[in-house]
T-cell receptor, first 112, second 112 residues
Framework: NAGVTQTPKFQVLKTGQSMTLQCAQDMNHEYMSWYRQDPGMGLRLIHYSVGAGITDQGEVPNGYNVSRSTTEDFPLRLLSAAPSQTSVYFC???????????FGPGTRLTVT | GEDVEQSLFLSVREGDSSVINCTYT??????LYWYKQEPGAGLQLLTY?????DMKQDQRLTVLLNKKDKHLSLRIADTQTGDSAIYFC????????????FGTGTQLKVEL
């Protein structure tokens, strides 16, 4: 089992460009989420989904879109990249009686 | 909203004990967690404690919970260089849509 996979690992964008960060899971978890990690700020929730066809905003949703057409995939779209979106992005699923979160390896994004 | 705070850095000598502290504000938290993030990787669940417990021991790890003061700590006995990482506390509450709120993370550096 691959768990949670993310692509790409690294990405450099110019201001105003758009792109999609991919996230896929093979654990059959209903709950998936996207976080960004910035120094000294911990992880902040961008968007989450409790199942296919259902998404909701987290703490910092502006500038990002998500969709969830299947249980396995939860892509994150940057509509018009800004330098403030330079960060490390993590996708995670949640499952089990302990509500444990399983994280992907992350995507390091730089916007110039 | 919920707030979870940690000190940013901790430095200890190999073989000493490390104590990482965390304070939270949501009194309805049901589970509290410690996640570990090694360099260049996603977070992994290290240990957890139910809100009706005061203490949990798991090999070299001891988790203490003071619900009155909303204070959580993680003690690592006989700290090793492999324990060098960022440690995040996190909490979940049933009224929050099963969303995890993470602390800012504590960077633990273990020196020889």
């Amino acid at each position: 089992n691959a768990g949670v996979t993310q692509t790409p690992k690294f990405q450099v964008l110019k201001t105003g460009q758009s792109m999609t960060l991919q996230c896929a899971q093979d654990m059959n978890h209903e709950y998936m989420s996207w976080y960004r990690q910035d120094p000294g700020m911990g992880l902040r929730l961008i968007h989450y989904s409790v199942g296919a066809g259902i998404t909701d905003q987290g703490e910092v949703p502006n500038g990002y879109n998500v969709s969830r057409s299947t249980t396995e995939d939860f892509p994150l779209r940057l509509l018009s990249a800004a330098p403030s979106q330079t960060s490390v992005y993590f996708c995670a699923t949640m499952g089990g009686a302990l509500y444990e979160q399983y994280f992907g390896p992350g995507t390091r994004l730089t916007v110039t | 909203g919920e707030d979870v705070e940690q000190s940013l850095f901790l430095s200890v000598r190999e073989g000493d004990s490390s104590v990482i502290n965390c304070t939270y504000t949501d009194s309805s938290s049901t589970y509290l967690y410690w996640y570990k993030q090694e360099p260049g990787a996603g977070l992994q669940l290290l240990t957890y404690i139910f809100s009706n417990m005061d203490m949990k021991q798991d090999q070299r790890l001891t988790v203490l919970l003071n619900k009155k003061d909303k204070h959580l700590s993680l003690r690592i006995a006989d700290t090793q260089t492999g324990d060098s990482a960022i440690y995040f506390c996190a909490e979940i509450s049933p009224g929050g849509g099963n969303k995890l709120t993470f602390g800012t993370g504590t960077q633990l550096k273990v020196e020889l």
